[in-house]
């Protein structure tokens, strides 16, 4: 799976077309997938973070993909980036953030079911990366009251990033 076959499959969702914040939603979505690439994620996680929000999120409400397509989505990313891209498009953040006082036993709660989402240790460290690029690639677009959200719950999610991904946001937040 390429970069490049997803952003032309994207393409006939008009992701290209949808506005997010100052830009639109195709530069966001690739601005991800640079970061998590250049963090040294495993293409999955790189792939999810090219869609992470193409079904909505709780906070972006456009849905440029129906959930119906759920399935040609699947065919044309991979199982692995879909179920991620899924997970971060239905998750409640405050479900997410609840499991960093956890040892085991990770959920989040999907907004589109009402119901919890079991997620694995993998699941957990990846939808915490997906976060903090998505976060870290719109932050410079961002009014400078809100630059700084989300500190301490990233400060505890340190066990769950990579190194380059917790320095990225030390540096980001000027903590290094």
């Known amino acids: 799976m390429s970069k490049e076959h997803v952003l032309k499959f994207l393409e006939e969702f008009g992701v290209e077309d949808v506005g997010h914040g100052k830009r639109n939603l195709r530069a966001h979505l690739t601005g991800t997938y640079d970061i998590l690439k250049n963090w040294g994620y495993p293409e999955s996680v790189c792939i999810a973070g090219l869609c992470h929000s193409i079904y909505g999120t709780e906070s972006f409400r456009q849905t440029p993909v129906a959930l119906e397509e759920r399935e040609r989505v699947k065919s044309a990313i991979g199982e692995d980036s879909e179920k991620l891209t899924y997970y971060f498009g239905a998750h409640k953040k ?83």
């Open 94 to 176: 405050r479900s997410l953030w609840a499991n960093l006082e956890k040892e085991t036993g990770y959920t989040i709660t999907d907004r589109f079911t009402e119901t919890e989402i079991a997620l694995s240790d993998e699941d957990m460290a990846s939808m915490i990366a997906l976060t903090l690029a998505n976060w870290l690639e719109q932050r410079p677009f961002v009014d400078e009251k809100h630059k700084f959200i989300i500190k301490d719950e990233l400060v505890q999610a340190k066990r769950w990033l990579n190194s380059a991904a917790y320095d990225a946001f030390l540096e980001a937040y000027e903590l290094k």
